[in-house]
């Protein structure tokens, strides 16, 4: 199973946009219509790569548009560039989200007492690869982290590419710690403070920031594909959610491949990229 993206409007401008195809070249949504697993019976997931590591443009899903492209997050009128926030230089793992997952606003989690965002489940990859923006990969769950965001809770799940040259030797969150030392910690940081450049306080986590081993958080990204089979079956209230898919065959929110071309037809033409250089880093004491 292959995908392949085609480009709208501008890189840096809020027209742009990232459309994803599947290998027939008909247009999908990376939110609905990209299967949750590459491989069931082994635990292999895909993962829709939105920020690639190393890079500042907080890229997304875009949940409330059809077909849900990818697009730049907008702030207050401006789009959103992540800051350096010293040491770290923009996000430092492949950033995305697992399809067909759904963190549901409606629904109160457990164990942190707080309900979800309403996003796909995101996703921290951490192996050796620099993805690109759009990419779709292979991934093995290794571990998750309870960040609490403007008390949401928004699942971050460790998972490493099953591409990865060394992605046999990672299994578990504790192979995490004893074959990138420092990395997971280093996590923890980059979320606690990222937000602080934009006048925002620290972000809290449940568990007291400790991660959830590799069952755990196994059981948290089914639970969120139990959540958008709701969601895309219309026996929750979607709220301002697109659900339009090409591939969910029981879905009402199904379309024919015409309505989706014409969705992506109606998008600006790609341009040439706006440069927007972020290389000056954040520093504050703690």
Known sequence: MSFSIEERGRPNTPDYRVYFKNSEGKYISPFHDIPIYADEAENIFHAVVEVPRWTNAKMEIATKEPLNPLVQDVKKGNLRYVANVFPHKGYIWNYGAIPQTWEDPGHQDGDTGCCGDND?????????????????IRVKVLGTLALIDEGETDWKVIVINTEDPEAADFNGIDDVRRLKPGYLEATVDWFRRYKVPDGKPENQFAFNGEFKDRDFALETVKSTHEF??????????AGELKCMNTCV???PFLCSSGDAKAVVDA???FGTEECIPIDKSFFYEK
């Open 249 to 251: 065959s029981d879905s």
């Open 228 to 237: 958008w089979k709701a969601l895309v079956g219309k026996k929750t209230d």
């Open 120 to 136: 796909p489940i995101d996703i921290c990859d951490i192996g050796s690869k620099v993805c690109s923006q759009g990419d779709v």
């Open 267 to 269: 998008a600006s033409a």
